[in-house]
């Protein structure tokens, strides 16, 4: 028998929202190409949807997450994790935080320079992504670095969509509500557009979209496991 193959531990900062942390980890789990048990990464997850709201965060209406963020990261690391993946592209915004408690402890995997590196070669990217994406500029900064232009989404649109999606709405009203945002963005100039909130892969497939579609969740995973491959 072959020898299993050697990762580091996987931590999850997750629960933003809990349907968002629960595919990523079914993806982890496709993605790790395992024949056996054995061959599959351990992972560690804490899933809390109690984190403080990051829209109301960044609008300046509630409470910081990052202390909440930082906590959980320290509770992973303390656990063993050695590789941190957080699927909430919001909650990016206060990676720093996390970043900073874990430093020479850990290695933070970052969905935002994921999904940069999966959109290498587009010019234009419409970025599908709730307000407290789009207001921090996580991905128009980023991807501008990279030479490439970006046109916002609707957020109006996007945010009720993404909150039906969160109270467990995956049908196919808000699918094509999606679709149609996404197709907007494409006539609008956009030669990929980018799912840049968990919650919408969820919903939302290549096949709804008239261009390029990079799903920052997919992103994530690929970047997660080669992390975490020792």
Same mark, same amino acid.
């Given at each position: 028998m072959?020898e299993p193959?050697?990762w580091? @531990?996987i931590?999850?900062?997750g629960?933003?929202g809990p349907?968002?942390t629960?595919?990523f980890?079914?993806r982890?789990v496709?993605?790790a190409?395992?024949a056996?048990?054995?061959?599959?990464?351990?992972?560690?997850?804490?899933?809390?949807?109690?984190v403080?709201?990051?829209?109301a965060?960044r609008?300046? @209406?509630g409470p910081?997450?990052?202390?909440a963020?930082?906590a959980?990261?320290?509770?992973?690391?303390t656990?063993?994790a050695?590789?941190?993946?957080?699927? /909430?592209?919001?909650a990016h915004?206060w990676?720093?935080?996390i970043?900073a408690?874990v430093?020479?402890?850990?290695?933070f995997?970052g969905?935002?320079?994921a999904?940069?590196?999966a959109?290498?070669?587009?010019?234009?990217?419409?970025i599908?992504a709730v307000?407290a @994406?789009?207001?921090?500029r996580?991905?128009?900064?980023?991807?501008a670095a990279?030479?490439m232009?970006?046109?916002? /989404?609707?957020?109006?649109?996007?945010?009720p969509l993404?909150n039906?999606?969160k109270a467990?709405d995956v049908g196919?009203?808000?699918r094509?509500?999606?679709?149609r945002e996404?197709a907007?963005?494409?006539?609008?100039?956009?030669?990929?557009v980018l799912a840049a /909130?968990?919650?919408i892969?969820l919903v939302?497939?290549?096949?709804?979209?008239?261009?390029r579609?990079?799903?920052a969740?997919?992103?994530?995973v690929?970047?997660?496991?080669?992390a975490?491959r020792?």
């Amino acid at each position: 028998m072959t020898e299993p193959v050697q990762w580091r @531990t996987i931590g999850v900062i997750g629960g933003m929202g809990p349907a968002a942390t629960a595919d990523f980890l079914a993806r982890l789990v496709v993605a790790a190409g395992a024949a056996r048990d054995s061959d599959h990464p351990r992972v560690l997850v804490d899933s809390n949807p109690q984190v403080p709201d990051r829209n109301a965060a960044r609008a300046g @209406t509630g409470p910081s997450p990052g202390p909440a963020l930082a906590a959980m990261a320290r509770g992973l690391v303390t656990q063993g994790a050695s590789v941190l993946a957080m699927p /909430c592209n919001a909650a990016h915004g206060w990676a720093g935080a996390i970043e900073a408690e874990v430093a020479g402890e850990a290695q933070f995997v970052g969905i935002i320079e994921a999904a940069a590196t999966a959109l290498a070669g587009a010019r234009t990217v419409g970025i599908m992504a709730v307000g407290a @994406t789009l207001d921090a500029r996580l991905y128009q900064d980023r991807l501008a670095a990279a030479g490439m232009a970006t046109i916002d /989404c609707d957020r109006t649109v996007v945010q009720p969509l993404v909150n039906a999606i969160k109270a467990g709405d995956v049908g196919s009203e808000v699918r094509e509500g999606l679709a149609r945002e996404a197709a907007r963005l494409a006539a609008a100039g956009a030669d990929a557009v980018l799912a840049a /909130c968990t919650e919408i892969p969820l919903v939302l497939r290549a096949a709804d979209v008239p261009v390029r579609f990079v799903d920052a969740t997919a992103a994530l995973v690929a970047a997660t496991l080669a992390a975490a491959r020792r």
